[in-house]
């Protein structure tokens, strides 16, 4: 494994983290055990994952109960990200969000604390200043952000430093390239989230892919059938270039994100062992300059003729 530090922090964090958002019900694709989901953080950590990321809203904190769980015994092994849950804007609903969270994890300190998403309604700078509050009460180690756009990101650091923003980056989506780079120059950590596309990229979907009605598939934009058969020409190219590698085209999709500039860690969920392990494993072998050439025509064209969404999610 690989590490960086997150921007002018002294955390040097693996270049794949693990996403723990599956580990609930709410975004699971396959049924785990709780002791499944133990073994898959267990490994993840073994391999040299050290950054785990988790968020209240995933599962209504099922998915922070079990991570709490998973951190017994590892605590000092592990840099625990998690964010302050959907509508707690005001300081003091960030401290309740922060002490649900430190219950919920069964620890007394959280490494990372992230603005979900910044507030259209409130002021963020009140969000930010709850977030100093508990870095200065000692319960949180870095304030941070997600998926805030760049006069957020500046206006937060006006009220205090923040280490990192995470947002998506993928082959399939690239529109953040600017604010990338400008956290970069300004020395705050990028955590890039759906390097996957939400799945899009691994290969394993084609033209006549469906979910069942609940799954949250259905509200990403690259299952839509206005995009999807765009999307899937990249994942055509990607499975090329992973064939000559003889490796997987998620491990080429996650390599790609991981070394563009400026991203400090790529936060890739895992739903088994073997795939927490091909996952690490990605940022193992070099592309090279043919590969790069390729892969990023595949991506332009995608983005020059896709239909443009604030978010992945359509309805968002």
């Excluded at 998403?117 to 409130?122: F, K, M, T």
């Excluded at 899937?232 to 080429?252: D, I, Y």
């Excluded at 790529?266 to 390729?294: C, H, Y």
């Excluded at 995608?302 to 999610?313: D, G, I, L, V």
Aim: aromatic content about 10%.
């Amino acid at each position: 494994m690989h590490y960086n530090k997150l921007g002018w922090s002294n955390l040097n964090v693996s270049v794949v983290s693990l996403g723990c958002a599956q580990f609930s019900d709410q975004f699971t694709k396959t049924q785990k055990t709780e002791a499944d989901m133990i073994a898959i953080m267990h490994r993840a950590n073994e391999l040299g994952i050290n950054l785990w990321d988790t968020a209240p809203s995933y599962g209504n904190g099922a998915s922070e109960t079990i991570v709490g769980k998973a951190l017994q015994g590892r605590r000092d092994k592990v840099f625990l990200a998690t964010k302050v849950r959907y509508g707690a804007t005001m300081p003091e609903q960030v401290e309740e969000s922060c002490n649900d969270s430190l219950r919920r994890l069964n620890t007394d300190y959280i490494d990372v604390l992230q603005i979900h998403w910044p507030s259209h309604d409130e002021p963020n700078e009140l969000t930010i200043a709850g977030l100093a509050k508990m870095v200065k009460a000692g319960k949180v180690r870095y304030a941070s952000l997600s998926n805030f756009n760049q006069d957020q990101t500046d206006l937060a650091w006006c009220v205090f430093p923040v280490i990192s923003n995470q947002l998506p980056y993928a082959l399939v989506w690239r529109y953040e390239e600017p604010l990338i780079k400008y956290c970069g120059e300004h020395k705050i950590g990028v955590l890039a989230y759906s390097p996957l596309g939400e799945g899009i990229l691994t290969g394993r979907y084609d033209e006549n892919t469906h979910f069942p009605p609940g799954d949250v598939r259905n509200h990403v934009v690259f299952f839509r059938d206005d995009v999807k058969h765009l999307a899937l020409q990249v994942t055509a190219v990607v499975k090329q270039v992973a064939e000559k590698h003889h490796m997987t085209p998620a491990q080429v999709a996650i390599n790609w994100t991981a070394r563009q500039p400026f991203i400090s860690s790529v936060i890739v969920g895992s739903s088994s062992i073997a795939q927490v392990e091909q996952n690490a494993a990605a940022v193992d072998f070099t592309l090279d300059e043919e590969d790069d050439t390729v892969l990023l025509a595949a991506s332009d064209a995608y983005m020059a003729t896709a239909p443009r969404f604030r978010t992945m999610w359509a309805d968002a």
